[in-house]
């Protein structure tokens, strides 16, 4: 319905403004009026905000296109990580296939870039990183998929898995993972050690799931922290839930943050209900914060959609964030602040960036958060890949 060099028309812009923009080559060519002639799209008046960045996601995990596996609450870690061994190995439709259904879903939400946890051990070898890598080719024209070789089984607790997650970043995965370096592993230095020496050999960033609480958490992000500053990772480090961040005291809590801040180690959060890493006292410290859906409709959690709008509501609500300018702060988590610590290359709204972006039927970005809108128009490099105007 549009060519390669077009006028999108009526709509608004997340300051407000009523503007039309030039989109030629895949690229924001510029903002103003379209000359007489030109090729337009008119967007009867809807709101324009960048395509969302989905920050932590597990492609891989994801049941959808299987039979309902019931769930039970109150498990361990280590329950759960059996189990899913359990449940996935029986399954008999393929990662490539539960993972595209995901992939649509975050496509057709708005999401132009994902980054997804793939899990790497001896059982499962490089399976399903052959698989994701798979999707990632698939999709590379819909969105970017970045990969981090996530130990789910852990590392020194499943002999052979720093081999092949040695292997994997040869083989297309992009990060580093890690887990739970005491709870997993039962030694956080030597643990993550091998993180970070792989890290450093293969000249990549680091995320780390650690769902570990109070003090251990706490020291374990001091060494993370330490390890980001003497291999000068700084922006390349993310840390995914750090509960220990939510159960802090107040002194504590600022303690850290500053520490992470000054290293530069962003926090990963999917704003789970408890032990929510406290986003005012974060930002205030200068911590780069971001939002992902993580578990959907897996073995972890029976829950999500791969909406991101729905997510950085869950997060909004999670902290009571209800002014004009945190409602903002809410749909930078789930853009700006991913674009930031994935190090994205043309991301925004300004002449000369890509033109990902999205359409929704909302009059100003704050509703976007509070109440998503459900009809979406998403475009990915000037070219339309989901809903319709
Ligand atoms: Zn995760």
Partial sequence: ??????????????????????????????????????????????????????????LDKVLWGTPWPGYTSGTTVKERIAREKAIRGALSVPVETRGALLVEAEIAFGTGHLRTHVDIDPDWGLGNLEAVLRLRERYAERIDIEIVAFPQSGILASPGTADLLDAALREGADLIGGLDPAYIDGDPKGSL????????????????????????????????????RALSLSGKVTVSHAYCLGDATPDALASSAETLARAGVSILTSAPEQSMPPLRPLWAAGVT???????????WSPFGTGDLLERANIAARQQNLVSDEELHAALNLITGATAEVMSLQGYGLSPGDRADFL??????????????????VVYKAGKLVAGTL
Wanted: proline share 7%; net charge negative.
């Fill in 193 to 228: 050690d091998i993180v970070f020496a792989l890290a450093e050999q293969h000249g990549r960033g680091v995320d780390i799931h650690l769902h570990e609480g109070g003090p251990l958490g706490l020291f374990e992000l001091d060494l993370i922290a330490e390890r980001t």
């Fill in 359 to 376: 359409l929704v039927d909302a009059p100003a970005v704050p509703e976007t958060i509070a109440s998503p809108p459900r009809n979406r």
């Fill in 1 to 58: 319905m549009t060519s390669n060099d077009f006028w999108l028309t009526n709509f608004v812009m997340p300051s407000g403004d009523r503007t039309a923009m030039h989109v030629a080559a895949g690229h924001i060519a510029g903002y103003g009026t379209p000359p007489a002639g030109a090729d337009t799209t008119d967007a009867m008046g809807r709101l324009l905000i960048p395509s969302l960045i989905e920050g932590h996601v597990h």
């Fill in 289 to 299: 914060v971001f939002c992902g859906n993580d578990n959907i409709r897996d073995t």
